[in-house]
Nanobody, 129 residues
């Protein structure tokens, strides 16, 4: 069982930057390999994909809405995945979740929430105009 804990969310102004972290706690996390992703859910909307990264970090993928503004990265030695968010806009306001899926292919990524097995509780990002 992998436990994920997000942090870093807060209230910011439009144009600001913010870096979210997702720490994985599980004694076998570094025994197996996990693809990771970030998703978000805005008030009144469905959960949407934001970004994904393979275990090797060789492959990354972003939603069109955040391409060029957000950057996903990971530090496997620290069991942590990051989401650097720049040029934040009010429409980025949402509860941000990280997710993990075990995969033996260290280069694979997943963009559908259906593909992920483990989820964090989320961290709130609010962008004021």
């Amino acid at each position: 069982q992998v436990q994920l804990v997000e942090s870093g969310g807060r209230l910011v102004q439009a144009g600001d930057s913010l870096k979210l972290s997702c720490a994985a706690s599980e004694r076998t996390y570094n025994t197996f390999t996990y693809a990771m992703g970030w998703f978000r859910r805005a008030p009144g909307k469905e959960r949407e994909f934001v970004a994904a990264i393979s275990w090797s970090s060789a492959n990354k993928y972003y939603a069109d809405s955040v391409q060029g503004r957000f950057t996903i990265s990971r530090d496997n030695a620290k069991n942590t995945v990051y989401l650097q968010m720049n040029s934040l806009q009010p429409e980025d306001t949402a509860l941000y979740y990280c997710a993990a899926r075990q995969d033996y292919d260290v280069n694979y990524i997943y963009t559908s929430h259906h593909d992920y097995d483990y989820w964090g509780q989320g961290t709130q990002v609010t962008v004021s105009s």
